[in-house]
């Protein structure tokens, strides 16, 4: 099911579709909303939510909504291919990503001035509102290879903040977890460093903080057996680094970050237990699927 609100026609190619993407109340991304509107020419702005037709938007300039109630944002993202249209660039964020107008026009100016062999931008990330110790763990174990300002070491895929080139990216519906494993994999063979963080806001705390990086590495694990072309050995070797290799390269990551003295005290060491659990959800998704375990992810 799917309606359109206040789609803005423009006579030139659009440079960049910028989706959103939520599996919760609109509300929550009301601000976020508000900042968008009414975008430059060549943006274009879709939000891709999971909720009820019946929940409340706002009647904005320049924003649609593709609506499929009562899919989580792993079912979501899959429809972006067929969604983007007509554009250079996809631009992707999540719901707990929060974004101003001068983002906006940071990440323009990154994607324009793109070489043009890149096939994605990144943005990068940081931690400026959900500082409590848990959380500064959780967005290191999700985002240390992207805490801005972005350095030279190898990156991870990343699934928000970061443009990715529509000419490389396929056109039909892909299947869930297959946007995760194949297409944004693809896309990762030349990447470059843009210079438009997001403030990454998302409040973790015990034991729920636990249960969410379970769930995780379960959809993760889940998701490589089933699409990447190792299968279960690549399960595995996802496993061992997230519990060995990565831990050290994070580690690394904040001895150099000129914002490490902002970390509680044992922010490592909680990164490491993260880690730990995330690994053991790879391993048991690789051997039982994914379940409910996307249900309960952001």
């Given at each position: 099911m799917q309606s359109a609100i206040s789609c803005r026609p423009s006579a030139c190619r659009t440079l960049v579709h910028l989706f959103v993407v939520t599996g919760d109340p609109l509300a929550k991304i009301?601000?976020?909303?508000?900042?968008?509107?009414?975008?430059?020419?060549?943006?274009?702005?879709?939000?891709?939510?999971?909720?009820?037709?019946?929940?409340?938007?706002?009647?904005?300039?320049?924003?649609?909504?593709?609506?499929?109630?009562?899919?989580?944002?792993?079912?979501?993202?899959?429809?972006?291919?067929?969604?983007?249209?007509?554009?250079?660039?996809?631009?992707?964020?999540?719901?707990?990503?929060?974004?101003?107008?001068?983002?906006?026009?940071?990440?323009?100016?990154s994607i324009a001035a793109a070489p043009v062999h890149a096939t994605t931008v990144r943005g990068g990330a940081d931690n400026l509102t959900s500082t409590d110790p848990w959380?500064?763990?959780?967005?290191?174990?999700?985002?240390?290879?992207h805490w801005a300002p972005l350095q030279s070491q190898a990156h991870e895929p990343l699934f928000f903040?970061?443009?990715?080139?529509?000419?490389r990216l396929l056109t039909k519906r892909l299947e869930v977890g297959e946007f995760e494993i194949k297409a944004l994999t693809a896309l990762e063979e030349q990447p470059t460093a843009g210079n438009f963080p997001i403030d990454h806001v998302q409040f973790r705390g015990v034991p729920g903080v636990f249960f969410y990086h379970w769930c995780n590495g379960r959809m993760t694990g889940a998701v490589m057996r089933q699409h990447h072309p190792d299968g279960w050995r690549h399960v595995l070797r996802h496993a061992r680094r997230v519990a060995g290799t990565r831990i050290q390269q994070l580690?690394?990551?904040?001895?150099?970050?000129?914002?490490?003295?902002?970390?509680?005290v044992g922010t490592l060491t909680r990164v490491a237990m993260l880690s730990l659990c995330h690994a053991a959800g790879a391993l048991f998704g690789g051997a039982f699927g994914i379940g409910d375990a996307a249900r309960h992810l952001e």
């Open positions: 009301n601000h976020v909303l508000h900042e968008l509107a009414d975008p430059p020419p060549e943006v274009e702005v879709t939000i891709v939510s999971g909720c009820a037709i019946t929940d409340d938007a706002q009647e904005l300039p320049g924003i649609r909504f593709a609506r499929y109630p009562g899919e989580t944002p792993l079912d979501l993202r899959r429809r972006v291919p067929e969604l983007a249209g007509d554009t250079e660039w996809v631009l992707l964020l999540e719901d707990h990503n929060h974004v101003d107008r001068a983002w906006l026009n940071r990440a323009l100016a959380s500064w763990a959780n967005f290191l174990m999700v985002l240390g290879f903040n970061v443009a990715l080139r529509r000419s580690t690394e990551i904040v001895r150099r970050h000129p914002s490490a003295n902002r970390l509680p």
